[in-house]
T-cell receptor, first 113, second 115 residues
Framework: GNSVTQMEGPVTLSEEAFLTINCTYTATGYPSLFWYVQYPGEGLQLLLKATKADDKGSNKGFEATYRKETTSFHLEKGSVQVSDSAVYFCALSTNTNAGKSTFGDGTTLTVKP | EAGVAQSPRYKIIEKRQSVAFWCNPI?????LYWYQQILGQGPKLLIQFQNNGVVDDSQLPKDRFSAERLKGVDSTLKIQPAKLEDSAVYLC?????????????FGSGTRLTVV
């Protein structure tokens, strides 16, 4: 079956530091890959996505590249801000499972001033 | 465009009581999902609807959980009777038929505490 593995957190960084959150996946078929962000007390929001190998998703300074050879979709940001503090979820979806998404367990990021 | 609406935001009940959650998806989104998010974990799918039909309810504990989407628009998820381990955030999401490409839109969730 499909699965997503994220690096364990929590991750604590100082403002303007470089961020990497690792995500690897196992899937049948050709998945689309997503990163969602969850701010305290809110639902998940789609942050970025990539639908095929070598695609790069980007949004709000965050980037992730779909690497089929390593089955990875690591999230990166060059300079984090306090407002980026949240929980980040990696997810995948395939047409073979009617569009259902499988989520990782999330990585909590705290950015300190 | 209005987002996915959920209510209530918070609910505290005693074990063995019943509870219901409501979700109104984005207008025009045919697919609706209910996810359970236990603290410290990622969301786990409970049930998926396509219009008013069930696509997947394989992970729904049917002895205590039920869900319906009678007119293919809003949906209700019910738990009866509740157990302590049902304490979680219940997330509703909706999508166009191209969810595997465009992803979901989530509501803010209902935080359930069973005491």
């Amino acid at each position: 079956g499909n699965s997503v593995t994220q690096m364990e957190g929590p991750v604590t960084l100082s403002e303007e530091a470089f961020l990497t959150i690792n995500c690897t996946y196992t899937a049948t078929g050709y998945p689309s890959l997503f990163w969602y962000v969850q701010y305290p007390g809110e639902g998940l929001q789609l942050l970025l996505k990539a639908t095929k190998a070598d695609d790069k998703g980007s949004n709000k300074g965050f980037e992730a590249t779909y690497r089929k050879e390593t089955t990875s979709f690591h999230l990166e940001k060059g300079s984090v801000q306090v407002s980026d503090s949240a929980v980040y979820f990696c997810a995948l979806s395939t047409n073979t499972n009617a569009g259902k998404s499988t989520f990782g367990d999330g990585t909590t990021l705290t950015v300190k001033p | 465009e209005a987002g996915v609406a959920q209510s209530p935001r918070y609910k505290i009940i005693e074990k063995r009581q019943s509870v219901a959650f409501w979700c109104n998806p984005i207008s025009g989104h045919a697919t609706l999902y209910w996810y359970q998010q236990i603290l410290g974990q990622g969301p786990k799918l409970l049930i998926q609807f396509q219009n008013n039909g069930v696509v997947d309810d394989s992970q729904l504990p049917k002895d205590r959980f039920s869900a319906e989407r009678l007119k293919g628009v809003d949906s209700t998820l019910k738990i009866q009777p509740a157990k302590l381990e049902d304490s979680a955030v219940y997330l509703c999401a909706s999508s166009s038929p191209s969810a595997s490409v465009y992803g979901y839109t989530f509501g803010s969730g209902t935080r359930l505490t069973v005491v």
